[in-house]
């Protein structure tokens, strides 16, 4: 069956400027992820939704950062007035639940870029 | 904060050698872990998890080890293969999070 997917792959924008980085998770599973993976970093959470609420927001890193998930599915992440420390990769992750504990299934991810 | 690590950031191997790849966590109440394997411009895969009231789990040609009294889990690559090149990272959950470390770099020679 389909994976996880995440558009663009790769995304190369001027500071200041906003971007939109989008994730299709798993058909059918109601907990998706956000994480930040910096060069030589290890994967930095982010925000995690339940269906379409956000429980935990606590990794974003400042309010240039928003995410929504509407209808259960596809999620967007925003960021606001890019800075050139928002330079990574913006992994999308899916479960079937939050609810105790799930494998996560990781899409390729979006390669960011701010120069 | 909470913190999963890994002791070595490289490590090569020779083609149809063992492989053993560490990782050690900070939480002593993180009661599932995971291991990832994560090949270049692709995202992480999962490989193996392990639950914190197990000590060993195999699956095919991986092993992982867990020790709770030292906090400590391996990862151990049976025949190490090309296709096993890759970033390789533990993450261990505790309350509703996972903590991730930054990864093992394995490079098979063939």
């Known amino acids: 069956g389909a994976g996880v997917s995440q558009s663009p792959s790769n995304k190369v924008t001027e500071k200041g400027k906003d971007v939109e980085l989008r994730c299709d998770p798993i058909?059918?599973?109601?907990?998706l992820y956000w994480y930040r993976q910096s060069l030589g970093q290890g994967l930095e959470f982010l925000i995690y939704?339940?269906?379409?609420?956000?429980?935990?927001k606590s990794g974003l890193p400042s309010d240039r950062f928003s995410a929504e998930r509407t209808g259960g599915s596809v999620s967007t992440l925003t960021i606001q007035r890019t800075q050139q420390e928002d330079s990574a990769v913006y992994l999308c992750?899916?479960?079937?639940?939050?609810?105790?504990?799930?494998?996560?299934?990781f899409g390729p991810g979006t390669r960011l870029t701010v120069l | 904060g909470e913190s999963v690590g890994l002791h070595l950031p490289t490590l090569s191997v020779q083609e149809g050698d063992n492989s053993i790849i560490n990782c050690a966590y900070s939480?002593?109440?993180?009661?599932?872990f995971i291991w990832y394997k994560q090949e270049s411009g692709k995202g992480p895969q999962f490989i193996i998890d392990i639950r914190s009231n197990m000590d060993k789990r195999q699956g095919q040609r991986v092993t992982v080890l867990l020790n709770k009294t030292v906090k400590h889990l391996s990862l151990q690559i049976a025949a190490t293969q090309p296709g096993d090149s890759a970033v390789y990272f533990c993450a261990g959950y505790t309350g509703n999070q996972f903590y991730f470390g930054t990864g093992t770099s394995l490079t098979v020679i063939p």
């Open positions: 992750a899916s479960s079937f639940s939050s609810v105790g504990i799930d494998t996560q299934y």
């Open positions: 058909s059918g599973h109601t907990a």
């Open positions: 939704f339940q269906g379409n609420s956000a429980p935990d």
């Open positions: 939480n002593s109440a993180s009661d599932y």
